[in-house]
């Protein structure tokens, strides 16, 4: 939910909204005064981010329907060599 300020701020500072749940999952959270807390996309967690993605590529995990439980984790990339 956003707020009538965090809306116009928004537009004013160029934020698409997909960048306020990108920086609120992977950032940095920094707790600040009147029980708020500020998540913050720093440079050294943005490098870590980019390896991390680098890491994962090509890789899946597959779960329940449920999504409760990871059933198993595979490399595409070999799984498409036997023919899916």
Do not use: C, W
């Not at 005064?33 to 913050?40: F, L, T």
């Not at 995990?61 to 595409?76: A, C, I, K």
């Amino acid at each position: 939910e956003l707020s009538k300020h965090a809306s116009v701020r928004m537009q004013q500072r160029g934020f698409q909204a997909d960048d306020i749940e990108l920086i609120t999952t992977f950032g940095t959270p920094v707790i600040r005064p009147g029980n708020k807390v500020e998540y913050q996309m720093t440079q050294k967690r943005k490098r870590h981010l980019i390896q991390a993605l680098d890491r994962v590529e090509g890789k899946a995990v597959l779960l329940s329907n449920d999504e409760e439980t990871v059933v198993t984790l595979y490399n595409r990339d070999k799984s498409r060599r036997k023919g899916e």
